[in-house]
């Protein structure tokens, strides 16, 4: 194990005043809105440069960029980089990218990039390291870039690794002809389809002798050379030695041997001969088994081992980015693979192309907090030394030490704007000494999209879904058998790994040496499927904090009472280690470093598990209302009073004032669209219920039943079915082409749901039957004709929807707009600033009709704020104009009051008379104010009509305004009106002529 700790580096007072220089300055770095690009192939940096004047037409000032580094090509998202020292070619050239950053600039506009630091995409012949690391096993210089077990349980892998790419067992698939032997670019390589592998240069010469086929020379020149250059690849070390000397031997000969067989190869004929002849040979004959003998002897000689892909979750012996083989996890603690990974990244913060970092999934590092320091120095060394690192360690050995100059980040911000995508659990706080500026907003979109549901009517949804799916559910069981099926399957591996080093700290404490593999194994399990939040931090230094105490505690305490049958201070050893408690179980410093490197690894697991046991999976069962099943959220949840959203508002106002405001990501389970229309079912429980019953019965029979007896789509699966369709249903689906187009989607989105809910499949063990039954079900449903005659579900939906949807656009105006003015950056996901009825990936990866939006930003932009504006942008809400005007007038709002946003305090607001109905504060910085109220559960204040809520349906229902607004002239940004201010506002004035309302002093 390699304990790294953060070094204290010399300060000079050149570089203090840099960094004085750089914190100064971030306040005014610091964004006041982002907008989310996803870049592909699809979608280039000449497509976003084009964007950028009407990014900025929006009030944008930051746009926030999807990984740009080389990814494997295809990929649709970016986050499978192969090469940190280049960009994606696919989505444009340095210089293009120079250009989209000018054109930034240009606009007062700046870049935000999204960095990968704990994974890399391997598995198709393109990532150089990886492969290098096939080639050479333990000896390649990359060998320890790459969180590999090189002695893992199974002997039989010990030196290797196991590359699980097969589609059926390995024998079948070699004598099927399926991996092949080939020489390509002057090396000689495995393949198997798109897959391919290097092989070892040292068993290069048993190609020939397993194909019986040692080059004689017959006295030509070129065959003899060959034979030499066989001979001094056979005499290379072996791809396992220790011995450093002969290690260094072999990388430093290899390059060599290999020009001297290309050249020989390419001058050659009679040397292409025997290559030709040594490969028909080895690579056999389907039907005969013994010929592909040879074959397998030399794939026995390489630094890997090929599986059927179903064993990885057993016995993969790499770390992987959750339970994804092709995602490989990057050993980010090595201060070299630091420095190589984030070379083009300095030299992009030197030269000031990006203006700050946002971090994807931090929590799968073996120490985040030591990776944010490392950045917050890199970004020292890059403005202050330059674009060049001095040292192989990428921090230079003149750095600054964080900790002795920046003091407390409250006290002292770090320079570099940085936000993690930390997922925090309900009561979890970021940690205050962390060098970030905060996260990447889950917590606001939970916030904010739980004041829209009505609580109030949870027991009714409750006893409804119970009924559907014919029995109850206790979510929090749910939950623990979900993370209890991850670490039996797809993460078992994992699990054993941990199990094997626990088991080895037991042995040398005579209190715990008689605990059997199978009892620690099941304690690591129970303690982990306890655990309350994605993961504690226990660093290097081996400090506790009270949190981390807290939460191991309660998660051993809850698995020991849970477990009868396992002996209780089995669970109190684990706890032990876990903290760290009892000193050296060993009496030697080594048997405290096993100890801390066990707790280090098992963090580093628990958050995997709590993701796909929580998001992935119990996320995708528990259906009794999806809106409350989303990333950093529980479908335990059913809404949450206004006085809660306030409180997380004062909190982030006053801790993590520049943390990010989402309302749809990435990776959101559904867009803030779907969301807001979902959420208006929660305010018609019994004619939801009725209408859920209504089309059960009739659908009926386009359900199926398969031969083993089950139903397709099941009780459960049905009721989420119906909930899909009403928050996605499009607002215009005006012919047969468009209504295909739609039912894909849903067909695609309904087959994922099921794999990841593992009920009925799984990605695991696929059941094309089944799959096949649930996108009949979802055809003939929605299907305006069904055997010839009007489809009566189809016109039933016709006729419930229209209110839905018009009151789910009231609610995703008022979340648009809260997010918009409170404290944070809000960001906007790519096509977000008008309706988007977008579900998961990749279905939020479509391409954005960016056209529309900037002829239609390009109107309003020409348009003064005035009622007769508003009453013709909610004459056809569904244009999405509505959504895009308030973005636009709220954005442009901030742009000129920055301190006031940036800064201002927090004052809740609370409304007499209509309270329940109205989400209200004031946000006050050095005399400036602002105040922004919108309504809540206007479905209920409108009885259901299609109507929006303005006017007299306020009644006499006030919103007394705060003290320093008092005589003050207040001017409504949306719709141009101007009074002068007074103890309180009448709501039917406040909403006169729009249903959201922003108001400025001034």
């Avoid at 007896?709 to 082409?737: K, S």
Wanted: a neutral charge; hydrophobic letters at 40%; aromatic letters at 10%.
């Amino acid at each position: 194990m390699q304990v790294t700790s953060i070094a204290v580096i010399d300060e000079t007072s050149e570089l203090c005043a840099c960094l004085e220089d750089l914190k100064r300055s971030k306040l005014a770095g610091i964004p006041l809105s982002t907008y989310r690009l996803q870049f592909n192939k699809s979608f280039r940096f000449e497509d976003a440069r084009r964007l950028v004047p009407y990014l900025a037409k929006l009030g944008i000032t930051h746009c926030y960029s999807s990984p740009i580094l080389k990814a494997r090509s295809g990929s649709p998202h970016g986050y499978d980089i192969i090469d940190h020292s280049q960009l994606n070619p696919e989505i444009g050239t340095e210089l293009e990218f120079r250009e989209f950053v000018a054109e930034l600039k240009n606009h007062g506009m700046a870049l935000l990039l999204d960095m990968v630091p704990n994974h890399m995409g391997v598995g198709h012949g393109d990532n150089p390291w990886w492969q290098d690391v096939l080639q050479n096993g333990r000896t390649s210089e990359y060998a320890d870039f790459f969180d590999i077990d090189w002695e893992p349980l199974k002997p039989e892998l010990c030196n290797k690794v196991l590359i699980p790419i097969l589609g059926q067992s390995y024998g079948e698939d070699l004598e099927a002809g399926n991996i092949k032997l080939g020489f390509e670019d002057g090396r000689f390589i495995v393949r198997y389809f798109d897959k391919v592998l290097p092989i070892d240069p040292q068993t290069i010469p048993l190609i020939f002798a397993l194909a019986n086929s040692l080059v004689s020379n017959n006295g030509d020149r070129a065959l003899s050379e060959l034979n030499s250059l066989l001979g001094e690849f056979e005499h290379l070390p072996r791809n396992d030695v220790s011995d450093q000397g002969e290690t260094q031997r072999r990388q430093r000969e290899i390059p060599k041997l290999f020009e001297r067989l290309q050249r020989l190869w390419r001058n050659s004929q009679e040397v292409q001969a025997r290559f030709d002849e040594a490969l028909k040979l080895l690579n056999g004959r389907p039907g005969d088994a013994g010929s592909f003998d040879a074959l397998h002897r030399l794939l026995e000689g390489q630094a890997y081992r090929l599986a059927y892909w179903r064993v990885s979750g057993e016995e993969i012996n790499y770390r992987r980015f959750f339970d994804i083989n092709d995602l490989v996890g990057l050993r980010m603690e090595n201060p070299r693979v630091f420095a190589e990974t984030h070379k083009l990244i300095r030299r992009f913060l030197a030269e000031e192309l990006v203006a700050g970092l946002r971090l994807d999934h931090p929590d799968g590092l073996l120490n985040p907090a030591e990776y944010f320091v490392r950045l917050q120095r890199l970004y020292m060394a890059s403005r202050c030394l330059g674009a060049e690192p001095t040292s192989a360690t990428g921090a230079d050995n003149i750095e600054l030490d964080l900790h002795n100059l920046l003091g407390t980040r409250e006290s002292q911000p770090a320079p570099l704007y940085l936000l993690i995508e930390k997922i925090l659990e309900r009561g979890e706080h970021l940690h205050a000494e962390w060098p970030v500026d905060g996260s990447v907003g889950y917590d606001f979109a939970n916030l904010v999209n739980g004041i829209f549901i009505d609580s109030r009517n949870e027991r009714f949804f409750t006893k409804l879904y119970h009924r559907l799916i014919d029995g109850a559910v206790r979510v929090d069981r749910l939950i623990y058998e979900s993370k209890k099926l991850v670490m039996r399957r797809p993460l078992a591996s994992e699990i054993n790994v941990l199990t094997h080093m626990l088991n080895e700290i037991s042995n040398q404490d005579r209190r715990a040496r008689d605990y059997t593999r199978g009892v620690l194994r099941e304690a690591i399990r129970e303690t982990i499927a306890y655990f309350p939040v994605y993961r504690t931090y226990i660093d290097e230094r081996g400090h506790v904090s009270e949190s981390d105490r807290r939460y191991i505690e309660q998660a051993t305490n809850l698995a020991k009472r849970h477990n009868g049958t396992i002996a209780p201070a089995a669970f109190d050893f684990l706890r032990h280690i876990l903290l760290l408690e009892d000193g050296d179980v060993d009496g030697t410093l080594y048997g405290y470093h096993r100890r801390l490197y066990f707790t280090l690894k098992f963090q580093q697991l628990t958050g995997p598990v709590m993701a796909k046991g929580l998001e992935d999976t119990a996320c995708y069962i528990y259906a009794r209302f999806l809106s409350a099943n989303e990333v950093g959220g529980t479908p335990a949840e059913f809404g949450i009073p206004v006085s809660e959203f306030h409180c997380g508002n004062q909190k982030r106002a006053e801790r993590w004032p520049a943390s990010m405001l989402a309302t749809s990501t990435h990776d959101t389970k559904r867009s803030e669209d779907v969301r807001a229309r979902l959420n208006v079912l929660s305010e018609m429980p019994k004619t939801w219920a009725a209408q859920v019953m209504k089309w059960r019965r009739m659908n009926r029979a386009r359900r199926q039943q398969l031969p083993d007896g089950r139903v397709v789509p099941d009780n459960n699966e049905e009721y989420f079915f119906y909930q899909t369709i009403v928050g996605a249903w499009p607002l215009h689906l005006q012919d047969e082409e468009g209504r295909k187009d739609w039912v894909a989607r849903i067909q695609k989105y309904m087959e994922k749901a099921a794999h990841e809910a593992k009920v009925n499949v799984s990605w695991l063990n696929p059941n094309p039957e089944y799959v096949a039954a649930l996108n009949s079900f979802v055809e003939r449903t929605l299907s305006p004709l069904y055997r010839g005659r009007h489809n009566p579900f189809w016109d039933s939906l016709h006729r419930f929807l229209p209110s839905v949807m018009y009151h789910g656009a009231m609610n995703s105006l008022s979340q648009t707009l809260l997010k918009l003015v409170c404290p944070g950056v809000p960001d906007i996901y790519q096509g977000q600033e008008m309706w988007n009825f977008s579900l998961v990936d990749p279905d939020n990866r479509r391409p954005v009709d960016f056209d529309l939006r900037i002829r239609s930003a390009d109107a309003l932009s020409a348009l003064p704020p005035s009622r007769e504006v508003c009453r013709d942008l909610l004459g056809d809400y569904r244009d999405g104009r509505l959504k895009l005007w308030t973005i636009m007038r709220a954005l442009n709002l901030r742009r000129r009051h920055q301190s006031l946003f940036r800064l201002g305090t927090y004052l809740p607001l609370s409304v007499t008379n209509r309270e329940e109905h109205v989400v209200a504060f004031a946000r006050e910085h050095g005399g400036e104010l602002a105040i922004a109220a919108v309504p809540r559960f206007s479905y209920t204040l409108m009885k259901g009509r299609e109507e929006p809520p303005i006017g007299p349906v306020w009644g006499d229902a006030q919103l007394p305004l705060p003290p320093q607004a008092k005589g003050r002239q207040l001017r409504n940004v949306l719709t141009g009106e101007s009074l002068i201010a007074g103890k309180s506002i009448l709501c039917r004035e406040l909403f006169g002529a729009f249903p959201v309302a922003l108001l400025i002093v001034g």
